[in-house]
C-alpha cells in the first residue's frame, strides 16, 4: 500500500498521465509532490476555479486529495442550486475523514460531475480535470479576484503544512 501512494505522488510530481488533459494550462508549480495549476484560482479551503466564459469550474485541489487520502464517497449539489463564496456545497468522504467542500465563489450550480457518483477516486487520479466537482454560473465575478494565484496558494500551502 505505501508503495502504492509513493507511486501515485510520484507520478502525479512527474505529470505522468495515460491521457490528455482537458485543463490545459502553460505550466504548474509543484510542492511536495501536490501539483498547482497556472491558469486557476485557490481558495483557503483548498477549492479551485477555472473561469471560462460565462461558467466556472470547481474542485478541490491536488494538495487537498493528497491530504484526504483514498477518497470513497462524494456528495454533491443538484444542477439550478444556488451556492455562496465561502460555504459547503457538497462533501468528500475518504478512508481518513469526511470533509465539506466549500464554495471559493457564489453562483448557480448549473452542472455536477456525475461520473464522481461512480468513480469518486477521480478526485485522487485527476483533481484537476476528471475529477471536477461542479459548474457554477458566477453571481458576482468580483469574488474570483479574492482568491489566490498560484503562487500565493503554494506559499499558503507551504505555511499551513509547517504549522502543524
Not at 466549500?102 to 452542472?111: L, Q, T
Amino acid at each position: 500500500m505505501a508503495l502504492r501512494i509513493w507511486a501515485s505522488s510520484t507520478a502525479n510530481a512527474l505529470k505522468i498521465s495515460a491521457k490528455s488533459t482537458s485543463v490545459s494550462p502553460a505550466f504548474s508549480l509543484s510542492r511536495c509532490f501536490s501539483s498547482v495549476l497556472e491558469g486557476l484560482k485557490y481558495g483557503k479551503s483548498h477549492e479551485w476555479v477555472k473561469h471560462d466564459g460565462p461558467v466556472a469550474l470547481i474542485g478541490i485541489t491536488d494538495h487537498a486529495q493528497d491530504h484526504l487520502g483514498e477518497v470513497v464517497f462524494v456528495e454533491l449539489p443538484e444542477p439550478g442550486k444556488s451556492v455562496a463564496q465561502g460555504e459547503s456545497f457538497g462533501a468528500v468522504e475518504s478512508v481518513k475523514a469526511t470533509s465539506d467542500v466549500n464554495s471559493p465563489i457564489s453562483g448557480e450550480v448549473v452542472e455536477v460531475n456525475t461520473k464522481l457518483s461512480e468513480t469518486p477516486g477521480l478526485i485522487n487520479t485527476s483533481p484537476y480535470e476528471d475529477g471536477w466537482m461542479i459548474k457554477v454560473k458566477p453571481s458576482n465575478a468580483a469574488e474570483l479576484e479574492t482568491l489566490l494565484n498560484p503562487k500565493d496558494y503554494t506559499k499558503f500551502c507551504e505555511e499551513e503544512d509547517a504549522a502543524h
